[in-house]
């Protein structure tokens, strides 16, 4: 079974992602793209009748620990390694501009 990418569709596609090819490009991603379809159609020729579906193929568990609420530090701990703070909050250098 053969899928032929024609060089209309690899233009139509080149199109919706703004990207230009020329008509040699056209050609030569036209039989690329053919050559990687057939590949694929070869899978649909591998009998999977009896191989059960994979959903996890690691047997992995969840090795992350519980998430537990902890004490942390105070605002005042916080805003005292802060370089500089200014009514409870951090204070940083302006970045869209001079404030009027």
């Known amino acids: 079974m053969t899928n032929k ?9 080149a199109n919706l ?11 030569t991603f036209s039989g690329q793209f053919s050559s990687i379809i057939d590949y ?7 009998d999977t009748e ?3 579906p994979a959903s996890d193929t690691t047997n992995n568990t969840n090795v992350l620990r519980e998430d537990v609420a902890e004490p942390s530090m ?3 701990e916080f805003l005292d ?20």
């Open 74 to 76: 105070s605002r005042v």
């Open 50 to 52: 009896n191989v059960p």
């Open 40 to 46: 694929f159609n070869m899978l649909n020729e591998v």
């Open 81 to 100: 390694n802060a370089p500089q703070s200014e009514r409870g909050y951090i204070k940083v250098p302006t970045v869209l501009g001079d404030e009027s």
């Open 17 to 27: 992602v703004r990207l230009g090819i020329s008509e040699e490009e056209a050609q």
């Open 5 to 13: 990418i024609d060089t209309d569709m690899v233009k139509h596609v």
